[in-house]
C-alpha cells in the first residue's frame, strides 16, 4: 500500500459524494483515512483538491495516497437481518411503478420511512426485499412522515440515487398531496408563505411558525370540493421541504388536517364515523427521469382515506388537478423583482437627466456677436 492509485468514476458512480464512492469501491480507506487524504490535500479529483463531500462525475480520475496501516482497517459492515416470506411480500405489494433505476411505492399511513431508537418496522428496513439477493440495494432519497401515505420513490442504484436526491434538493420535482382538512378556506386557491423552526422543548418533535427564525417555507392549497362548512378536501403542494410543513401551514390557518391531533388537538377530529387517523396522501410524483423522460405516477389512498371521501359526498375523480408548470414567485423572489425593477427606473431616471443637462448646455453656448 505504498504506492499512489489511480482510479476512474464509472457510470454507476456518477453524481455520488467521493466518501460514499470509497465506501463502495475501497471499503478498506476508513473515515479517518479519507478525511487526513483531503486535509492534507492528497486527496485530488482530476488534479485539484477534492473533500469528502465533493460528488464526482463519470470520467474523472481519483488520486488516492497511500493508507497508513492504522487506517486501513476498514469499518466493521452493518449487519442487514433476512426478511421473511411475509416481509418479502409485503414490501412487493406496496411497489407500484418500477424500471431499471427507480421503484415507486405507495406506502401505507403507520409505517415510518426510516428507523429510530424506537423504530424497527420501516420502509428502509424492507427495501432488500425489493430486488433479488446479488443486487444493489435500493435506497431512499426520500421520505414521508410515519402517518402520511402515498407515493415514495426509492433509487435502484447510487448513480439514480445522486439524481433523484438532486432533483429534491432543486426543488425540480413535484409532489402533489390530497388532504381533508376542517372547515373550509375562505380563498378557493391560495399560497401559504410562512416560516417554520422547530418548537422549543419538543426535542424537535414538533413544528411551528417562526416569522423571525424560521426557514423559508411554501405551500400551495387548492379546494377541490367542499362538505358544507364540515370540511374541504384539497390538494396541497408544498414548494419546500420543511418537516411536516403541510400539517404545519394548514393548522396555522385554521383548517388542520382531520386526525392531526399532533398539531391541532380536539380541533382535528370530525364526530360520526369518520376515521381519526391523518388525512393526509401523496397522491402524486412526478420526477425527471436519470435516463430521459420522465417519472409520473399516483398513488391509491388508503382505505380510512377513501372511506372518508365516500361519507363526506366527495370524488375523488375531482382530485386530479392539472399541475402548472411554474410555481408562482415567492415573497423574496417578489421582492427582488421590484427592487430591481426599482433599480432600473431609477437609472433610466438619471439617464433622462443627464440627456436633459446636455441639451440645455449646449443650447446656453456661445459668444456676443
Known amino acids: 500500500m505504498s504506492d499512489v492509485r489511480q482510479f476512474t468514476v464509472s457510470e454507476e458512480d456518477d453524481g455520488i459524494r467521493l466518501d460514499r464512492w470509497f465506501k463502495r469501491n475501497l471499503p478498506e480507506a476508513n473515515f479517518t483515512a479519507v478525511a487526513r487524504m483531503a486535509r492534507t490535500g492528497q486527496l485530488r479529483v482530476d488534479g485539484k483538491r477534492a473533500a469528502p463531500g465533493d460528488r464526482v462525475e463519470a470520467g474523472q480520475v481519483i488520486r488516492i495516497p497511500p493508507i497508513t496501516p492504522e487506517e486501513h482497517a476498514p469499518a466493521p459492515r452493518k449487519q442487514i437481518r433476512k426478511l421473511t416470506d411475509e416481509e418479502v411480500a409485503f414490501a412487493r405489494s406496496m411497489v407500484i411503478s418500477e424500471d ?103 426535542g424537535g418533535e414538533k413544528m411551528h411558525v417562526d416569522e423571525e427564525n424560521g426557514q423559508a417555507a411554501r405551500t400551495r392549497y387548492r379546494v377541490i370540493e367542499r362538505a358544507g362548512n364540515r370540511a374541504a378536501f384539497v390538494e396541497l403542494q408544498p414548494f419546500t421541504g420543511r418537516t411536516h410543513q403541510l400539517r404545519v401551514h394548514m393548522a396555522a390557518i385554521g383548517h388542520p388536517i382531520v386526525g392531526d391531533g399532533k398539531y391541532a388537538g380536539q380541533e382535528a377530529y370530525l364526530t360520526g364515523s369518520i376515521s381519526r387517523k ?7 410524483l412526478r420526477i425527471d427521469h436519470p435516463d430521459g423522460g420522465r417519472i409520473d405516477v399516483t398513488a391509491e389512498p388508503p382505505e380510512h382515506f377513501a372511506a372518508t371521501l365516500a361519507s363526506l359526498g366527495f370524488d375523488p375523480a375531482a382530485g386530479d388537478l392539472e399541475i402548472e408548470e411554474a410555481p408562482p414567485p415567492s415573497r423574496e423572489q417578489q421582492k427582488a423583482k421590484a427592487k430591481q425593477h426599482a433599480k432600473q427606473v431609477r ?23
Request: no cysteine; proline share 6%; glycine share 16%.
Open 100 to 202: 431499471p433505476a427507480a421503484i415507486v411505492l405507495n406506502k401505507p399511513p403507520g409505517l415510518a420511512t426510516q428507523g429510530g431508537t424506537k423504530t424497527t418496522e420501516h420502509v428502509d428496513g424492507l427495501l432488500g426485499g425489493l430486488v433479488d439477493e446479488d443486487a444493489a440495494r435500493p435506497k431512499l432519497v426520500h421520505r414521508l412522515d410515519k402517518d402520511t401515505s402515498g407515493a415514495l420513490l426509492v433509487a435502484r442504484t447510487p448513480r439514480a440515487a445522486a439524481f433523484f436526491s438532486k432533483s429534491f434538493s432543486g426543488r425540480t420535482a413535484r409532489k402533489i398531496y390530497w388532504a381533508v382538512v376542517m372547515g373550509v378556506p375562505s380563498i378557493d386557491d391560495g399560497i401559504i408563505d410562512l416560516p417554520i423552526a422547530k418548537q422549543p422543548g419538543t
Open 278 to 284: 391523518l388525512h393526509l396522501h401523496a397522491r402524486r
Open 347 to 369: 437609472k433610466e431616471r438619471r439617464g433622462e437627466r443627464r440627456n436633459r443637462g446636455g441639451k440645455s448646455g449646449g443650447g446656453g453656448s456661445g459668444g456676443r456677436r
